[in-house]
């Protein structure tokens, strides 16, 4: 995996390592506000948990790979993780949050992904982008719509929240240089 250093008008994007992680963040995996449209939110979080995770999970060559969303100012926010790396079919699996509440709204999330998916394309050499979203989740169909990720389909009642059933989008993004 090549070094990840990223940097937009305002943000600075890198791998998430255990040295990053802090009780502000360990506190936001805790945030049912912050988590509720995520599949961690099955999950308690402390601060060994999260470093375990980190330190086991989040990086590793050709399967998994963290980055941190950080400001140019330093301030940690949120992060992308790429996982389920397909190397002979040119794929990767993309998740995004946003955990520090104060930066919603701010066009941060779609900033990160536009970056991360020109760094996929481009220097991973990767042709295709997939994620899937809440079908309830406004903020995600904005961002991906924005960003160009193409509907591939709609997994009927694939979640539950709040004992309601919920439609997965499934989605993807091509690199069209190929």
Do not use: Q
């Amino acid at each position: 995996m090549k070094k990840i250093d990223i940097k937009t008008d305002r943000l600075h994007l890198r791998i998430f390592t255990i040295k990053d992680i802090t009780p502000k963040y360990v506190a936001a995996l805790n945030d049912e506000e912050v988590i509720k449209l995520t599949e961690s939110r099955y999950r308690k979080w402390n601060m060994a948990s999260v470093k375990k995770y980190v330190g086991e999970k989040a990086n590793k060559a050709n399967e998994s790979l963290m980055i941190g969303i950080f400001l140019k100012g330093g301030e940690h926010i949120g992060n992308i993780r790429l996982h389920s790396f397909s190397v002979y079919n040119k794929r990767v699996e993309v998740g995004i949050l946003i955990w520090d509440r104060n930066e919603w709204g701010k066009g941060y999330a779609t900033e990160a992904l536009n970056a991360v998916s020109n760094y996929i394309f481009n220097i991973l050499k990767l042709n295709k982008i997939c994620a899937e979203y809440y079908s309830i989740n406004k903020a995600s169909a904005k961002m991906f719509k924005k960003l160009r990720f193409k509907t591939e389909g709609v997994f009927k009642n694939h979640f539950i929240i709040n004992n309601k059933y919920i439609d997965a989008v499934r989605i993807a993004k091509f690199n069209l240089k190929d």
